[in-house]
């Protein structure tokens, strides 16, 4: 079965930080660009880091330049965002994409990041 699962999501306060995970299964996972994103309430998804399957390259939306990490370990079939200096601007739900050229998209489920004291 195809799937990405996200976890690590939940309430912190600002300041804090996060580490989200990605968990691939039932496809090959090394041959598909990954990327975050994110939906806030009210809100158009939006891009937030992406890595190619190497992990050589990686982009960023600007408003998480400096504060957000993307990595991947193509040996666990994983893709970790791991979230510092959270803003509660980062509020949203967010999803973990796998993405392969002609082949199409790959969406996990989503995981809830709340930023609030």
């Known amino acids: 079965q195809v799937q990405l699962v996200e976890s690590g999501g939940g309430l912190v306060q600002p300041g804090g930080s996060l580490r989200l995970s990605c968990a691939a299964s039932?496809?090959?996972?090394?041959?598909?660009?990954m990327s975050w994103y994110r939906q806030a309430p009210g809100k158009e998804r939006e891009l937030v880091a992406s890595?190619?399957?190497?992990?050589?390259?990686?982009t960023w939306a600007d408003s998480v330049k400096g504060r957000f990490t993307i990595s991947r370990d193509n040996a666990k079939n994983t893709v970790d965002l791991q979230m510092n200096n959270l803003k509660p601007e980062d509020t949203a739900v967010y999803y973990c994409?796998?993405?392969?050229?002609?082949?199409?998209?790959?969406w996990g489920q989503g995981t809830q990041v709340t930023v609030s004291s």
């Open positions: 890595i190619t399957t190497t992990g050589d390259t990686t």
């Open positions: 994409k796998a993405n392969r050229f002609l082949w199409g998209d790959i």
């Open positions: 039932g496809f090959t996972f090394s041959s598909y660009a």
